[in-house]
């Protein structure tokens, strides 16, 4: 079975600043993890998968994040955070290709002027 | 591509009556849809898996009797409430994974919220 920790579910940063936000993993087999973001009343919108290719992710809104098997993590980070990064973040795993998504508990980013 | 819609957006009915939500994939053909239910402030929680023309697999503790799946075509699931109860009312939202993107990637519909009064 698999399952995500997500710590803190509320962080703040301020607007130019670093965001960090954390997601550890638990699979029997090797991952394919992902991050979603969910702004109010609105479904969920892809940043970012990792799927035993690349560690290092690239995904959209200047989003990345790094798959690190030793520490079981996939902390999502983006350099600069603006104003509209305001959202619910989510991170989930599947153990396959077909297998379903076990999601977080998510993590509420709030930006600061 | 790969856009999934959802009707209606936000509903209420009386406690008592049923309620249709439906789910379309619009540009693809989905092999896999999936209902999750969202309550306020908290992560999705995955209610059942539906594969076209075969009976929907549901979650355990999800009632199968009060939550109907069916997914007649490529393009619609539906999901219906019955006999709905103030407890139901919550954000209901679907995915889909077919013949678009990864074979393991779902898209994320905008979301039903339904209130139950």
């Known amino acids: 079975a698999q399952s995500v920790t997500q710590l803190g579910s509320h962080v703040s940063v301020s607007e130019g600043a670093l965001v960090l936000l954390r997601c550890n993993y638990s699979?029997?087999?090797?991952?394919?993890l992902f991050w979603y973001v969910q702004y109010p009343n609105q479904g969920l919108q892809l940043l970012l998968k990792y799927t035993s290719a690349a560690t290092l992710v690239k995904g959209i809104n200047g989003f990345e994040a790094e798959f690190k098997k030793s520490e079981t993590s996939f902390h999502l980070t983006k350099p600069s955070a603006h104003m509209s990064d305001a959202a619910e973040y989510f991170c989930?795993?599947?153990?396959?290709?077909?297998?379903?998504?076990?999601f977080g508990t998510g993590t509420r980013l709030t930006i600061i002027p | 591509g790969a856009v999934v819609s959802q009707h209606p957006s936000w509903v209420i009915c009386k406690s008592g009556t049923s309620v249709k939500i439906e789910c379309r994939s619009l540009d693809f053909q989905a092999t896999t849809m999936f209902w999750y239910r969202q309550f306020p402030k908290q992560s999705l929680m995955l209610m059942a898996t539906?594969?076209?023309?075969?009976?929907?697999?549901?979650e355990q503790g999800v009632e199968k009797d009060k939550f109907l799946i069916n997914h007649a075509s490529l393009t619609l699931s539906t999901l219906t409430v019955t006999s709905a109860h103030p407890e139901d009312s919550s954000f209901y939202i679907c995915s889909a994974r077919g013949t678009v993107g990864a074979s393991y990637e779902q898209y994320f519909g905008p979301g039903t919220r339904l209130t139950v009064t």
């Open positions: 699979s029997s087999v090797p991952p394919y």
């Open positions: 539906s594969n076209e023309g075969s009976k929907a697999t549901y």
């Open positions: 989930a795993v599947s153990g396959s290709r077909n297998e379903k998504l076990t």
